[in-house]
């Protein structure tokens, strides 16, 4: 799967989700490209970078997610 | 006069020990007074309010902070671990005490302009509380707010030659000990390993992608200071493939009383002359050591490298030659329930740059943990969902008696179709010729 083709398909499917879910793990995001970890975390990388995908982490395990998506934001005053 | 009252951490000032609550007091008057006039960046108060909501965890039983977070510097994924007090009112000063990670140097050597560097910066930009250093092993920077992140982060990369370390799903920040640099037990360079792999996987450092934490540690011999066998996922323990060294004059030395046993380490204590049969050879786990005459005798092959002997005699008694280290892997020590030791997976290895042996061995655990690993799994677990065997198969590795942890507690073998001869394949009128439908 290309970049924008995989974009796409990220961003369709947790917008679609994020009523309910607002941060995925890492293979959530490789499932959705049907890709093996280590192609997908290139494009992982670079979503981030782009500011399309931000990191959430509890410390102990990281996450990503939408930026601006979910409660976290709002209720640490960084939005 | 205290910002707040504090009854209860008072009385864990009342123990024997040191105690941190003494500490975040003292340092609580330092930023109160200011005496070096020092622009904070963050609250002035932010220890003052630090013992406070301690104390009311203590009065409450129960934490009052906020698990996890956003917060993390641009195109990292670890390094910072976001907390955020749920009484932001009451105790303003640490609404944001986010936690740094930085990454040790390599056995902690430091010098001490580059600890003040450190502690100016920490003071200025945070708390000034410092973890030197946490269980990771990292330099831990605790309790600053989300805008200096960025801030400090540029200090340390562009003028400290300094990085972030490791949290999260990510690879995190190896730890060594000491190694050749000042122990003569070191089997292999340690600093030199660890510095190795810490820059070849940068990417997983920083960027994370595993299904959750992943550990290097890395054991100059098997004393294990770094205690790699019990909590790493990759353990790197130095070992070595011939005989220990004896110097028969210096084995005498020791009996005659002309050396102290242990380095002199129980000097003052008063257990009489040294005993080597009751000190030494009784308590050798293998029961491969003797004294023939005056010469002490090792069956070499019978060693499991328990370090004791040499520990007592390391005049008389040296590692072997032929050095080496072995990977251990599946340790993991979470605080509640399912601690793990190592398995060894990697009897021995020549641990000689540029480590391509190694780094194998570690990429086809990676791809086969990353593609088959549960979230939240961490290796050992998954080692033991899918068998040794699994991890055999996936690193190319050949089963050998040293994989064998005890014998006969699983009765089937199982075999692969290439491992038979003909395969599964059957001639199925051959077969009809002795078996009747």
Redesign the interface.
Same mark, same amino acid.
């Given at each position: 799967m290309e970049y924008e083709e995989a974009k796409t398909a990220i961003v369709e499917t947790l917008t679609k989700k994020s009523k309910s879910k607002s941060k995925f793990?890492?293979?959530d995001l490789a499932k959705i490209m049907g890709m093996?970890?280590?192609l997908?975390?290139k494009i &992982?990388?670079q979503l &981030?970078?782009d500011g399309v995908l #931000?990191?959430?982490?509890?410390?102990?395990?990281?996450m990503y997610?939408l930026p601006g998506v979910g409660k976290?934001?709002a209720?640490?005053h #960084?939005d | 006069m205290a910002k707040h009252a504090t009854p209860l951490l008072d009385q864990l000032e009342s123990g024997p020990w040191p105690s941190f609550v003494s500490d975040m007091k003292q340092q609580a008057e330092v930023r109160a007074k200011n005496a070096e006039n020092i622009e904070f960046q963050i609250p002035q108060d932010v220890v003052e309010d630090l013992l406070g909501i301690l104390e009311l965890s203590f009065a409450d039983g129960t934490t009052h902070w906020k698990h996890g977070g956003i917060v993390g510097v641009f195109g990292y994924g670890g390094g910072v671990i976001g907390r955020y007090c749920d009484q932001p009112d009451n105790f303003p000063g640490v609404a944001h005490f986010h936690t740094m990670r930085v990454a040790q140097p390599g056995a902690k050597f430091y010098k001490t302009d580059y600890l003040r560097q450190l502690c100016d910066l920490w003071d200025f930009r945070g708390s000034g509380i410092t973890n030197m250093h946490g269980s990771t092993g990292d330099i831990i920077l605790l309790g600053t707010t989300t805008p200096q992140l960025e801030e400090i982060f540029y200090e340390l990369t562009h003028n400290m030659n300094q990085d972030l370390g490791g949290s999260g799903s990510n690879l995190r920040t190896p730890a060594d000990c000491i190694g050749m640099a000042r122990c003569e037990y070191a089997c292999y360079d340690t600093n030199a390993l660890c510095y190795h792999l810490t820059q070849e996987y940068q990417d997983e450092l920083h960027r994370p992608a595993f299904p959750y934490k992943f550990k290097f540690k890395f054991d100059g011999c098997p004393n294990g200071c770094v205690a790699s066998i019990a909590r790493a996922d990759m353990s790197f323990i130095g070992t070595w493939k011939d005989n220990i060294k004896i110097d028969q004059e210096a084995v005498q030395a020791y009996i005659g009383g002309e050396f102290a046993p242990n380095a002199n380490d129980h000097n003052g204590r008063d257990w009489g002359p040294f005993d080597i049969q009751k000190e030494v050879i009784d308590l050798c786990p293998t029961d491969c050591m003797w004294m023939e005459g005056n010469q002490l005798k090792i069956e070499d092959k019978e060693c499991t490298r328990c370090m004791h002997c040499i520990n007592v005699m390391p005049r008389a008694l040296k590692i072997g030659d032929d050095r080496g280290l072995s990977i251990l892997v599946g340790a993991k020590a979470p605080i509640l329930d399912g601690a793990q030791m190592g398995s060894l997976l990697v009897p021995f290895v020549k641990a000689e740059d540029p480590y391509d042996e190694i780094k194998e061995v570690i990429e086809a655990i990676w791809d086969w943990w990353m593609e088959e690993g549960k979230n939240r799994e961490r290796l050992g677990e998954l080692m033991k969902r899918q068998g040794f065997q699994k991890l055999l198969k996936v690193t190319g590795i050949e089963p050998t008696a040293h994989h064998v942890q005890e014998p006969r507690t699983n009765p089937y073998i199982f075999w692969n179709e290439d491992e038979v001869e003909g395969g599964w394949d059957r001639d199925i009128d051959e077969y009809r010729k002795h078996h009747q439908r």
């Open positions: 793990y890492f293979n093996k970890p280590r997908a975390k &992982v990388n &981030v970078q #931000e990191y959430w982490s509890s410390g102990s395990t990281s997610g976290q934001a209720a640490e #960084e | -």
